[in-house]
């Protein structure tokens, strides 16, 4: 071999042994940053050095399912930077509470005809045009709409009821859609606007026990990453808000596979999950910054969701280690129970 190319050789190990530990290096310090953050690198960059909620004051958000948990937090974390909202589910009192402990955390910069409760059950779809009207009439405008209102389940695949997919699609799916569509015609005519909907990390991923939700958020998914190429270059955002496990009343709340049944097991202080405030702020600089799509959970889920959406094969294996009970576990902090705990698996 000439001294040429040896010389050659030399150098391309060097700079391939460089390439291969820098690709190296990045993949470790990648894995360790999500072990140590509760949400997508993207939305911990904008948590860090993005645009504040404080960006929005004075912009008008409408949030459905306002009157506790994630739509009542995400509230919360507007309403502190005098963002102007419109707060909607089906109970009066709680969205008057929700409402009072907004003005509280604005400190004067909203008064009361700033926040607009307006109490509705979403699966009417027949009432969709007058609220929406009404909060037009009464703000002149409507910047974004936050669909968050929805209920999860509990249920073994083939025990669930037909009545339940259906109720379960008119809630999380068809409510969603059909106040988005009065959204998008508002925003067209105006130029701009930010339609966002609280989906779920079951949305990215499949989740056992729990098919038609999972179902209903994946079919999110699909209308709104259509809605958002059809929208580019529109200044009209899209944005996909993917918790995972988070402390609500979303458990208790949570359908089964029986028609008119709810799961009625509480989260509990010990579970590991989010706190409502935690995820309230998340989606609020989610917002702000006006990402695409953004997840939150608490360790081991952003490695876990990177890893099935990246690498999907080691994730497969990951799974078949863990088993459906075991992604349950992580996901409810328990065992699943069927029937409040009359039917073990
Ligand atoms: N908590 C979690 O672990 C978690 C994880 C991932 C995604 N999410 C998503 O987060 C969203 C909010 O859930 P959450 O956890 O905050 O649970 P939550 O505390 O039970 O809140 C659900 C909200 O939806 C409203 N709602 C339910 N049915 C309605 C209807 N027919 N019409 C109008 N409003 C209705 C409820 O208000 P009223 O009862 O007053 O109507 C309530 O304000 C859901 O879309 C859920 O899929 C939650």
Not at 115 to 126: E, N
Request: aromatic share 8%.
């Amino acid at each position: 071999m000439s001294s040429v190319s040896k010389i050659f050789e030399k150098y391309t190990m060097t700079v391939l042994e460089t390439i291969g530990a820098g690709v190296l290096t990045y993949g470790v310090l990648h894995l360790l940053a999500l072990c140590l953050v509760d949400c997508d690198l993207e939305l911990t960059f904008y948590s860090l050095f993005g645009k504040s909620p404080r960006k929005l004051k004075g912009k008008v958000v409408f949030i459905t399912g306002a009157s506790s948990g994630i739509g009542e937090h995400t509230a919360k974390a507007l309403a502190k930077h005098g963002v102007r909202l419109v707060l909607t589910a089906r109970r009066p009192n709680e969205l008057e509470r929700v409402k009072t402990e907004c003005l509280q955390l604005a400190k004067n910069q909203l008064g009361d005809k700033d926040i607009l409760v307006i109490p509705f059950d979403i699966t009417d779809l027949s009432l969709h045009k007058g609220v929406f009207q009404q909060a037009l009439s009464h703000f002149g405008t409507i910047d974004i709409l936050v669909n968050n209102a929805g209920r999860s389940q509990r249920a073994l695949f083939e025990h669930i009821d037909m009545a339940v997919d259906k109720q379960m699609f008119e809630l999380n799916v068809f409510a969603v859609v059909n106040l988005t569509r009065l959204a998008v015609k508002h925003f067209n005519e105006k130029g701009a606007g930010h339609v966002a909907v609280v989906s779920s990390l079951a949305g990215v991923f499949g989740v056992p026990y729990s098919a038609t939700y999972t179902a209903t958020k994946h079919a999110i998914h699909g209308y709104f990453d259509g809605l958002r190429i059809e929208k580019m270059g529109q200044n009209i955002a899209v944005t996909l808000l993917c918790p995972g496990p988070t402390f609500t009343n979303f458990l208790q709340e949570s359908f089964t596979e029986k028609d008119g049944q709810k799961y009625g097991i509480p989260a509990e202080r010990k579970d590991r999950r989010m706190t409502g405030e935690r995820c309230g702020q998340l989606c609020a600089i989610a917002l702000a910054n006006r990402t695409q799509e953004s997840w939150m959970g608490l360790f081991p889920l952003m490695p876990f969701v990177y890893t099935a959406v990246y690498f999907p094969t080691v994730s497969k294996i990951a799974l078949r280690l863990l088993g459906p009970r075991g992604l349950f576990k992580m996901r409810d902090s328990k065992d699943i129970q069927f029937d409040q705990g009359k039917q073990k698996l």
